[in-house]
């Protein structure tokens, strides 16, 4: 199996200022360049985009690599801290912790607790990962490896979601076989600023999968929230008032 714990990043275009800072975390022997896709629509949109490595692969190194890219102020808020698979298991722990102090944190594929996926083949396991062909092949080319390894140990130890208070978004294919969205319901249940939204027909691999496009405008209007709000407190801060409608912060649902 090829491991990767290398980091990727993707700037905005000349011109526009940077809007914010998203540092995802990849999954389970994933090769951080197969968020291109992701990578370049977000940045298209003035968001940077920090991409860390396979934390199953090297916990402390790629631990050590999310803290210094959250904690990089030459990149603007919001900083948020996105993952896939068991890179969203380790934002979650992370935060809850109170390793890092994210803005806000984006959370796609979330593994449920004690459900480890076993294949028959790399191909039955594309097949439960994602319907997109493409991303089937990058994932193969890449040499990226199975999501049936184990977790590191001390990843067994629960942590209490309900102290995360930062606005929290789940995103969960409607069709994931290899962590079905019940599994985690409970997870989002307890955050209190969280709100898990359902793709449909999505598999594992959301971030990846062939609505790849809906989901990066559903992360882009959460960034935007994220921001609009901020605002809103600058001018407060300021005691000034300039006709912006606070928004609604995210609803503790489970959708």
Same mark, same amino acid.
């Given at each position: 199996?090829?491991t ?22 990849v ?6 360049? !197969? ?6 629509r ?5 968001y ?42 380790? %934002? ?6 109170r %390793? ?28 439960? *990962? ?58 989002y249940?307890?955050?209190?600023a969280?709100?898990l939204?359902?793709?449909?027909g999505?598999?594992?691999? !959301? ?17 935007e929230?994220? *921001? ?5 407190? *600058? ?6 008032? *300039? ?7 995210? %609803? %503790?649902?489970?959708?």
């Open positions: 199996m090829t990767h714990t290398t980091t990727a990043r993707w700037d905005e275009p000349a011109g526009p200022h940077a809007r914010g800072t998203v540092v995802l975390a999954g389970r022997g994933e090769n951080p360049v !197969v968020y291109q896709r992701l990578g370049e977000l940045s298209a949109d003035a940077r985009v920090r991409v860390a490595g396979d934390a199953t692969a090297d916990p402390d190194e790629v631990t050590t690599q999310v803290k210094a890219l959250l904690a990089d102020e030459s990149d603007p808020a919001p900083r948020v801290l996105a993952g896939s698979d068991t890179g969203a298991l380790l %934002a979650l722990r992370l935060t809850a912790q %390793a890092v102090a994210p803005d806000a944190l984006i959370l796609a594929g979330l593994p449920g607790a004690g459900r480890e996926p076993r294949f028959e083949s790399w191909e039955d396991e594309l097949r439960e *990962r994602t319907s997109c062909p493409t991303h089937r092949q990058r994932l193969t080319d890449t040499g990226s490896g199975s999501l049936a390894v184990d977790l590191p140990p001390q990843w067994h130890e629960e942590v209490d979601p309900a102290g995360i208070t930062v606005p929290v978004l789940g995103l969960h294919g409607a069709d994931d076989e290899i962590s079905p969205r019940a599994a985690v319901r409970g997870v249940a307890r955050m209190p969280s709100r939204t359902s793709v449909a999505g598999k594992h691999d !959301v971030l990846n999968d062939l609505t790849h496009r809906s989901v990066a405008a559903t992360i882009v209007l959460f960034l929230s994220l *921001r609009q709000n901020r605002e809103i407190v *600058r001018d407060a801060d300021l005691g000034v008032e *300039r006709g912006i409608v606070r928004a609604s912060s995210p %609803a %503790a649902t489970t959708g």
